[in-house]
């Protein structure tokens, strides 16, 4: 049963909303459950996903009735995109629920489950071809594909309003996170993320390691020994704990 705290939350969310009516897309519905079904470490009640799954359908058909247009801002796009990757993940998943990993499904970067104005997309058209594009590396800590690694999945929607002060927030909170990075004065283990899309670091001129500085609280040495830290693909179902291990 949903705590009367929660249930209260989500009432004030709603009045808060209607002060944002100048956003273009609501996402107050994915808001509300994400604020039911998400912890703050991101870890996800999967049953009560499944249990609220009139309310997540009805928003996923939102999205895929209301696309970007050219007049919209930068903010309103990105935010749009990036929850349409994190809500087409969600789908993914519990459309197969019970699972172990988002790997499970056969296929699930290229399976176009998400159309909009004719167009079918999959995770990677999501990600590849329309977030990476917008040319800020930042959005890879804003996406989530339900996996342990994975950046956590913040239990509140994106939007125009806020996505510029997510987009540093969860980039400072992922490079710090010791359950993703480990980073200390002798040892420098990484995520893979950084690894699989360097170019992304790299393309204004600096390296991985300039960019992780921007944010860690500890700085990297250039002459450090890097490590990767293998990718833990389990689901990120609440009271999961993930192992940290090398490569």
């Not at 997540?56 to 209301?66: A, D, E, H, V």
């Not at 993914?92 to 988002?102: G, K, Q, T």
């Not at 079918?120 to 800020?136: A, C, Q, T, V, W």
Request: charged share 25%; glycine share 2%; with cysteine.
């Amino acid at each position: 049963m949903k705590s009367l705290t929660i249930k209260f939350f989500i009432v004030f969310t709603l009045l808060v909303n209607v002060n944002h009516s100048q956003e273009i897309v609501n996402h107050t519905e994915w808001d509300n459950m994400l604020i039911l079904n998400v912890t703050t470490n991101g870890m996800v009640d999967y049953e009560g996903v499944t249990a609220d799954a009139t309310m997540f359908y009805k928003y996923f058909r939102y999205l895929q009735n209301i696309s970007p247009k050219e007049d919209w801002s930068m903010e309103e796009k990105l935010a749009y995109w990036i929850n349409v990757y994190n809500a087409t993940a969600m789908k993914l998943i519990i459309d197969e629920y019970p699972i172990e990993s988002i790997n499970k499904i056969e296929n699930p970067w290229k399976r176009k489950v998400f159309k909009s104005e004719g167009v079918r997309y999959s995770l990677d058209n999501i990600e590849h071809d329309i977030l990476r594009k917008f040319g800020d590396p930042r959005i890879h800590f804003l996406i989530n594909c339900g996996s342990m690694s994975s950046p956590r999945l913040w239990n509140r929607a994106y939007t125009s309003a806020n996505i510029n002060e997510a987009l540093e927030e969860r980039t400072r909170e992922f490079i710090n996170d010791p359950q993703r990075n480990q980073i200390t004065a002798s040892v420098v283990r990484i995520s893979e993320l950084f690894k699989w899309y360097e170019k992304d670091f790299t393309d204004n001129g600096t390296d991985v390691i300039d960019f992780i500085n921007q944010y860690a609280k500890v700085k990297i040495s250039k002459t450090a020994n890097r490590q990767y830290i293998a990718y833990d693909w389990n689901l990120n179902k609440k009271n999961s704990v993930t192992p940290i291990t090398s490569k």
